[in-house]
């Protein structure tokens, strides 16, 4: 299911809980090998942190070979050895996700790239045939929250004529010469640390989605507008319109 290009929006002072997630896929099909959350709640504080390991693709040698997952295995075992990460079956997997969104009765489903993130779980569950249930889409309580875009949502940040500036004097350019607005240099802009590298462990990478979150929602109350826009997913053609509109009016 993609996210769907509506203008629906929500007051970010009746929010309740969000769930923030990040997962760390093995290859190109999006099969997951870990999916870490934290529950944000309505102050904004941290309320529950998790991170998973996803047992059926653990021991799937093809998957741990995966292009996205194989440099990441020692990482990975030494997380399961200190007790980081739970190594954790995807059909209790999923009903630990079902769990803390009932109980914590989230709202919405949030992720720098939401559309990755929740087509990812999406592809994982019908990899090992939970989506084969006839309960599946009435049981399955993230296909009813509402997807809230970090990316989407950032773009208070990105889309100025002061990050275009600084994007340009870092060399902060695609292989195709557009302006990036990835989740690490937008982390590296708030935080003023233009050589951080994300290390593409999920629950490493979501203090860097979490601070986007902050910072951007600091951002958009600031200019009086605390309004949440949901099911619209970012796209690294917003910050180029914002780029391309500047360079006309020789602003950036």
């Keep these: 299911m993609e996210i769907q290009n509506t203008k629906d929006k929500v007051s970010l002072k009746k929010t309740n809980n969000i769930l923030l997630v990040d997962v760390e896929t093995c290859?190109?099909?999006?099969?997951?090998?870990?999916?870490?959350?934290?529950?944000?709640?309505?102050?904004?504080?941290?309320?529950?942190?998790?991170?998973?390991?996803i047992q059926q693709v653990?021991?799937?040698?093809?998957?741990?070979?995966?292009?996205?997952?194989?440099?990441?295995?020692?990482?990975?075992?030494q997380m399961l050895d200190s007790g980081q990460a739970e190594l954790i079956s995807i059909y209790h997997l999923y009903n630990k996700l079902n769990k803390i969104i009932r109980d914590k009765k989230i709202k919405l489903f949030s992720a720098y790239n939401a559309n990755f993130d929740f087509k990812a779980?999406?592809?994982?569950?019908?990899?090992?045939?939970?989506?084969?249930?006839?309960?599946?889409?009435?049981?399955?309580?993230?296909?009813?929250?509402?997807?809230?875009?970090?990316?989407?949502?950032?773009?208070?940040?990105?889309?100025?004529?002061?990050?275009?500036?600084?994007?340009?004097?870092?060399?902060?350019?695609?292989?195709?010469?557009?302006?990036?607005?990835?989740?690490?240099?937008?982390?590296?802009?708030?935080?003023?640390?233009?050589?951080?590298?994300?290390?593409?462990?999920?629950?490493?990478?979501?203090?860097?989605?979490?601070?986007?979150?902050?910072?951007?929602?600091?951002?958009?109350t600031l200019d009086r507008n605390n309004m949440l826009e949901l099911n619209k997913n970012g796209s690294w053609q917003t910050v180029e319109t914002t780029r391309k509109e500047l360079e006309t009016t020789g602003k950036a």
Aim: net charge neutral.
């Design 121 to 220: 779980i999406e592809n994982t569950y019908h990899r090992y045939g939970i989506d084969k249930k006839p309960e599946y889409k009435e049981t399955n309580l993230i296909l009813q929250l509402d997807k809230f875009c970090l990316w989407e949502y950032a773009k208070k940040h990105y889309c100025t004529k002061d990050y275009i500036k600084w994007a340009k004097k870092h060399n902060k350019f695609t292989p195709t010469f557009k302006i990036k607005s990835s989740a690490e240099t937008l982390y590296q802009y708030i935080t003023e640390q233009q050589h951080f590298v994300e290390t593409h462990i999920g629950i490493e990478d979501l203090q860097i989605e979490y601070t986007i979150l902050i910072s951007s929602m600091l951002a958009n």
């Design 27 to 53: 290859n190109d099909q999006r099969i997951i090998m870990e999916l870490s959350c934290l529950v944000v709640n309505n102050k904004l504080g941290i309320s529950e942190t998790h991170c998973f390991i």
């Design 58 to 77: 653990w021991e799937n040698s093809e998957y741990k070979q995966g292009k996205y997952a194989k440099e990441k295995i020692d990482k990975w075992q």
